[in-house]
């Protein structure tokens, strides 16, 4: 593929502007030494799924785990819906449900598939692929685990924003997230999906 002047300049000035995004640890250490008037601002990031970066971060770590777990051995004795989640194969996911699997059998720990992801969290299983598919195949998002926590509670206390938001979306009780669980969230990003969402 050739590359054109338009396009080397086009992604240049792309470049240029992710760049600004990357603090530098240089001035974030040297700070303190120098005088207020001659410190550099940062530039504010706000965390979000439709950050450029995080985009491209989330896709390279998804892609590493999809690609290690096909050499993971699996239990032969795992039914075929949970042997495609532990495989992190969606077209095995499909399948099973396909040919009548229950989105909503447990594993030995208790959980669901769906409460499974949410504690696994979105690197693993990306929203718009095999979380989405349970969801749309019937997958109770009210489910409670072991300890009495709905998905919704298991992805925003575990970190898994994008998740919990996939949730939300999706219609999960909101009433779930009690004054308990929102004191308990230590994510920034799942304290916005609180705040954003008015949870």
Same mark, same amino acid.
Request: proline share 6%; hydrophobic share 40%; glycine share 6%.
């Given at each position: 593929?050739?590359?054109?002047?338009?396009?080397?300049?086009?992604?240049?000035?792309?470049?240029?502007?992710?760049?600004?995004?990357?603090?530098?640890?240089?001035?974030?250490?040297?700070?303190?030494?120098?005088?207020?008037?001659?410190?550099?601002?940062?530039?504010?990031?706000?965390?979000?799924?439709?950050?450029?970066?995080?985009?491209? *971060?989330?896709?390279?770590?998804?892609?590493?785990?999809?690609?290690?777990?096909?050499?993971?051995?699996?239990?032969?004795?795992?039914?075929?819906?949970?042997?495609?989640?532990?495989?992190?194969?969606?077209?095995?996911?499909?399948?099973? *449900?396909?040919?009548?699997?229950?989105?909503?059998?447990?594993?030995?720990?208790?959980?669901?598939?769906? *409460?499974?992801?949410?504690?696994?969290?979105?690197?693993?299983?990306?929203?718009?692929?095999?979380?989405?598919?349970?969801?749309?195949?019937?997958?109770?998002?009210?489910?409670?685990?072991?300890?009495?926590?709905?998905?919704?509670?298991?992805?925003?206390?575990?970190?898994?924003?994008?998740?919990?938001?996939? *949730?939300?979306?999706?219609?999960?009780?909101?009433?779930?997230?009690?004054?308990?669980?929102?004191?308990?969230?230590?994510?920034?990003?799942?304290?916005?999906?609180?705040?954003?969402?008015?949870?």
């Amino acid at each position: 593929m050739a590359l054109t002047a338009a396009s080397m300049q086009c992604s240049s000035a792309k470049l240029a502007q992710h760049r600004s995004f990357v603090p530098s640890t240089k001035h974030r250490a040297t700070a303190a030494v120098r005088p207020a008037s001659s410190r550099r601002r940062a530039t504010v990031v706000r965390a979000s799924s439709d950050n450029p970066a995080r985009q491209v *971060l989330s896709g390279l770590v998804s892609g590493i785990y999809k690609a290690t777990s096909s050499f993971q051995e699996v239990d032969p004795s795992l039914p075929p819906l949970w042997k495609g989640l532990k495989k992190l194969d969606m077209s095995a996911a499909q399948a099973a *449900l396909r040919d009548g699997a229950d989105p909503n059998t447990t594993n030995a720990a208790g959980d669901t598939p769906l *409460l499974y992801i949410a504690r696994e969290g979105h690197y693993k299983y990306p929203p718009s692929e095999i979380p989405a598919l349970l969801i749309q195949s019937g997958a109770n998002m009210e489910a409670k685990d072991s300890s009495g926590k709905t998905a919704l509670q298991v992805a925003l206390l575990s970190g898994w924003q994008n998740i919990a938001e996939l *949730l939300i979306k999706s219609g999960a009780s909101r009433g779930a997230v009690t004054a308990d669980v929102k004191a308990a969230i230590t994510c920034p990003d799942c304290k916005r999906i609180v705040a954003t969402y008015n949870l």
